[in-house]
Structure formats: structure tokens, C-alpha cells
């Protein structure tokens, strides 16, 4: 499924309303009636018998209209209150709002507080329809409306009242989640035809509720192709992506990943990437690390082969060991670079001699972005496929923007650093995503708060390492990698509690979720 921008989601209404000729009144009249069809099944009427509807200026505030209509036809007792002059009305929104008079409704304009608070308190409904903004909200809430989306909130803080909201929850920027002005918090956000990114991103994503996906008309094999290629990467898309093995097979055919990673004081997160990357599949991982951790990383990962190299100043690998790495780089399929490698000098310049030379995919985590931040354009020069997976502090440094900026709006923050880089970049955090050069996005269905711990960054270098070297193509290899982590983190969350599971726990549950991937094939 793909997810939208505001200006997306506009572009695909008017192509469907004026190149495909659906009227604008069939689709508003869908999505009010999803709407109403949704609270139906939520909120049964027997429980929950009155509904307020809310009315914005615009379509949102149409859809409010038709949806009003149709609960009635569910036997919900409902009024309708506008928070605009019916004057301002046009088009479809302005229809549906004839229809309600027609079918004697007196919706009443409630453009102030005082006045917005007569009508609640006098009614006292059960569920309030927030069809106040959608994706047309351009600037933050102020003034009496500012004041009417608090008393809504305050309203269902103190009586349980269920909100529902249309589209999207009002206050909500439909293309970063970012809260303008206030914001309706909604227990159930029924939205149209596909998800909005600011559904998935803090804080938006906070006043969504629960989220429900309507379809209203469009021609579906007509969206996947018109819509932006930025997908929601969950078990559906997972499915798709993800090549089962087939009867007859042998370790080769599952390529050879080198990881090469660890230095003095640092040895774990080599040995959590090439566990991640054993636990994904790769058919052999080779952890090429300094000569005095060969040994360790022997007996802790038998699993895995090693190679020991000249170690320089500071327990770190030593330039030296370029040729005999590019070497051990000849048979392998795909490269993980960075886990606990080091920040001296000698690193750094094996660091671009040896990706300079290589020719097969890399991935770059930790302290190889470290140094990479140093020069990230020098990285599109590159000739290797590249996957680069900062957290947003590891990209506030390649950036050179705060990680507030980061945080604001990480999809556009990703996709800036993917352009400068030329690889594709995993922006971890809740929700991650995923931005690739030519375009394409994902963004994590899994937001897992107990996987913000150290080490499961390096369990997900391996991950991704390992789906490379299995020859995924690197955007497809990168999604499916931070699929199968996230949801291993969901699982022990699930089973476990919300945090103190251990890195290597998430790497040893990537094969339950392999599992499920193949059980669940349709
Ligand atoms: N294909 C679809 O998804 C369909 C969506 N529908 C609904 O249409 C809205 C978008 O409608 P639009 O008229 O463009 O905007 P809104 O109703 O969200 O906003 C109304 C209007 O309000 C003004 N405005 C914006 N911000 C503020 C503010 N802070 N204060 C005051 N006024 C503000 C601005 O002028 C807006 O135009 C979509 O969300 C769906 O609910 C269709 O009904 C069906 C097809
Ligand atoms: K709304």
C-alpha cells in the first residue's frame, strides 16, 4: 500500500474527478459513508446512540455532512454543528449541506466557543465526528476554533466520549505529523483510499487512534501507478518482496557476507551484525576484525568464519590490511562495514581506499558513517550499491542539521540524504524509512520503542547485510531487513515487555518471523 502527501492525495482526487470523470459528489459521498459505516462497527449503536458532527469550512467538513445523514440511517441520534458560515460553502461540500436542510437538519453555525459549548453540553453525545480539517489544513489552528478542538479534547477526556475523525485527525499536518496550532486526539481516524505520511509520524501520529484505510471509489491498478512509488513497508509488502527457498538448495547459493567491524573495547557489535546476518540467511558470514579478536569472535560465533588482520594504534584494523581485505572482498556478495571499527586515522583511510575498489554492494553503519560524515559527497563517488543506516544523530552529523530538523520531518531528511550520497538510507527511529536514489520510499509499519537499545543497530547492519548478500536488490533488501527486525522486536515486546529484551534476542527471533512470512503466503 502507498502512503500519501496531502498535495498527492489532491493531485489523485482532481485526476479521478476531471481525467477519469468520477463526480466529486460519489466520492464525498463514499467517504461519508465509510465514515459512518466505521463508527457503526466500533461504536455500536446500542451503546453509543448520539453523535455530534463537527463540520470544518471545506470537503472535510462535506464529508462530515454525508456522514451525518447516513447514521441517522443507522439509528444514531445525530446533530450537525458548522464551524464555518454556510455561506462559505462550495461545490460537493456545499451539496451535502443543501441535502441535510432538505432533509430538515438545521445544522447551526457555532463559530465561537461559547456557543460551541451550548450545543455540546446541551447534547451530551456520546461520539463527536471531527470533520473540522483534513488534508487541506495549510496553517495552524487558531482563535474560537483553537478553542473548540481543546473543548472537544477536554470533552472526551471527562466524558469518554468516543472522537472520530475524518481523514484525518484535525490539527494534524498531513505530511509530517507535525501538530499545527492543537489538534483533535481522535480514537479511531478513518481515512480515504490510502494513508497519509503524517498518520505514522510523532507527534500526529499520537492523535490518530486507531487507523482505518476506506477505499471511496478510485480504480485501484490506476492508484498503484499514479501514486507516489512510497510504500508502507508491512507484512503485505514483506510478502511480495520476500523469495522463499525452494527444495533443493546449498549455502552458496545464499552468498558470502563480510562484515568488517570491531577494534580494542568495542568487540560486540561485530559479532551482534554477524549474527543478524546469520540469522537472516546469509549462507556464510565471514567477521573480519583485528588478529586479538579473531579469536574471541571464534569461539563466541562458530557459526561465523573469521579473518584476523593487522592491527595499528589504537586496537584498530591498520591500513595495511587493504590488499589483503580487497582479497577476502573477491568471493563475497555483500559487505558490512562499521560495527565498533574504530575513528584513527589508518581506519579512516582503509575506510574509502577499500570502498573506493570494492565492487559488491556495502552497507555502512556506525562508526563508518562516523567517518563518512567527515565527507558524505565523497560517498556518491563510490562505485559500489550503497545502504547507509544512521539513527537521526549519525544523520544530524551527515547532514549537518539538528536532529530536531531530523525529527520533524525524517522522510524529507532521508530522502535529502540519499540524493547527497547517492545510497540508499535507512533513517531509524520509530517508524523508520527508507529512501533510495531513484525515488522510491518505504516507510516501517513497526514503531517499537524497546528496540531503541544498544545493539539492535548493529543486529539490523546484519539483517540487511545478509539480504544483500542473498542478492535482494539494496531499496528491497534495506525494507525487508528493517521488516523482519521490527517485527522480531513487536514479538518480544509482545511476549516479553516493552523493553529490556537484549539485541541478540532480536536477531535469534528473525527465523520465527521468517517462518511466518512463509506460513503466511497466500
Ligand atoms: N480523495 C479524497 O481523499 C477525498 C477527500 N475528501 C475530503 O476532502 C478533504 C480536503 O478538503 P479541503 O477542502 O481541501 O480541505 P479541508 O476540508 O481539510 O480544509 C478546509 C479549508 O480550511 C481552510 N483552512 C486550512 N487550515 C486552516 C486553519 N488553520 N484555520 C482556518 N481555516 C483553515 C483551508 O482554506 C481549507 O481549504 C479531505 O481531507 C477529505 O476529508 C473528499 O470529500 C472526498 C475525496
Ligand atoms: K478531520
Redesign the pocket.
Known amino acids: 500500500m502507498q502512503v500519501v502527501k496531502a498535495s498527492e ?2 493531485a ?2 482532481e485526476w479521478f474527478i476531471k481525467e477519469v470523470g468520477v463526480p466529486a459528489e460519489v ?2 459521498e463514499r ?1 461519508g459513508l465509510s465514515v459512518a459505516e466505521a463508527i457503526f462497527e466500533a461504536y455500536p449503536v446500542e451503546t453509543y446512540g448520539s453523535v455530534l458532527v463537527v463540520c ?8 462530515g455532512m454525508v456522514c451525518a445523514r447516513h447514521l441517522v440511517n443507522l439509528g444514531y441520534e445525530v446533530e450537525v454543528v458548522l464551524l464555518a458560515e454556510k455561506e462559505t460553502y462550495q461545490g ?1 461540500a456545499l451539496t451535502n449541506l443543501k441535502v441535510l436542510e432538505n432533509l430538515g437538519f438545521m445544522p447551526e453555525e457555532v463559530g465561537y466557543i461559547v456557543e460551541f459549548r451550548k450545543v455540546l453540553y446541551d447534547f451530551s453525545p456520546e461520539i463527536m465526528v471531527d470533520a473540522i ?10 482563535g474560537n ?1 483553537a478553542a473548540i478542538v481543546e473543548e472537544i479534547n477536554l470533552y472526551r477526556e471527562t466524558r469518554g466520549c468516543k472522537v472520530v475523525a ?3 485527525p484535525s490539527g494534524v499536518c498531513a505530511d509530517t505529523g507535525e501538530v ?2 492543537t489538534a483533535v486526539k481522535a480514537d479511531l481516524t478513518v481515512t ?2 490510502l494513508p497519509k505520511v503524517g498518520q505514522f509520524f510523532y507527534p500526529g501520529k499520537e492523535y490518530v487512534g486507531r487507523l482505518k484505510v476506506c477505499p ?1 471509489g478510485f480504480f485501484k491498478p490506476l492508484v498503484e501507478k499514479k501514486a507516489p512509488k512510497r510504500y508502507l513497508i508491512d507484512l503485505e509488502w514483506a510478502k511480495k518482496v520476500f523469495r522463499p527457498r525452494k527444495g533443493y538448495t546449498h549455502k552458496g547459493l545464499f552468498g558470502h557476507l563480510l562484515v568488517l567491524a570491531g577494534s580494542k573495547g568495542k568487540s560486540g557489535a561485530g559479532l551482534l551484525s554477524a549474527l543478524g546476518g546469520l540469522r537472516a540467511g546469509a549462507g556464510l558470514v565471514t567477521l573480519a576484525s583485528t588478529r586479538s579478536l579473531q579469536p574471541v569472535y571464534a569461539s563466541m560465533l562458530p557459526e561465523a568464519l573469521t579473518a584476523g588482520l593487522e592491527e595499528g594504534p589504537r586496537g584498530e584494523v591498520s591500513y595495511a590490511n587493504l590488499e589483503s581485505l580487497l582479497d577476502l572482498c573477491e568471493k563475497k556478495t555483500a559487505l558490512v562495514v562499521g560495527p565498533g571499527l574504530g575513528l584513527g586515522e589508518e581506519v579512516k583511510r582503509l575506510f574509502w581506499e577499500l570502498l573506493e575498489r570494492v565492487k559488491v554492494p556495502v552497507l555502512i553503519d556506525a562508526d563508518g558513517l562516523t567517518i563518512a560524515s567527515e565527507n558524505p559527497e565523497r560517498l556518491k563517488e563510490l562505485p559500489c550499491p550503497k545502504v547507509l543506516t544512521p539513527h537521526p544523530g549519525e544523520a544530524e552529523r551527515l547532514l549537518k542539521i539538528s536532529k530536531k530538523e531530523i525529527l520533524r520531518d525524517p522522510l524529507t531528511s532521508a530522502k535529502r540524504l540519499s540524493e547527497m550520497t547517492g545510497a540508499v538510507v535507512v533513517l531509524k527511529g520509530p517508524h523508520t524509512v527508507i529512501s533510495s536514489p531513484d525515488g522510491r520510499e518505504g516507510i516501517s509499519v513497526w514503531d517499537v520503542p524497546g528496540l531503541s537499545q544498544g545493539g539492535t543497530g548493529d543486529v539490523l547492519s546484519g539483517v540487511i547485510g545478509a539480504l544483500m548478500s542473498q542478492r535482494y536488490e539494496v531499496f528491497e533488501a534495506a525494507c525487508l531487513g528493517v521488516f523482519l527486525h521490527g517485527w522480531a522486536g513487536e514479538k518480544l515486546a509482545s511476549e516479553k515487555g516493552p523493553f529490556g529484551y537484549l539485541a541478540s534476542e532480536v536477531a535469534n527471533k528473525i527465523p520465527e518471523v521468517l517462518k511466518e512470512i512463509c506460513d503466511d503466503r497466500p
Open positions: 492525495m489532491k489523485l482526487d466520492l464525498m467517504a470544518g469550512p471545506g470537503n472535510n467538513g462535506g464529508d460537493e480539517f483534513g488534508t487541506g489544513l495549510k496553517r495552524p489552528i487558531e476554533l475524518v481523514d484525518m499545527l496550532g480515504f483510499e471511496i
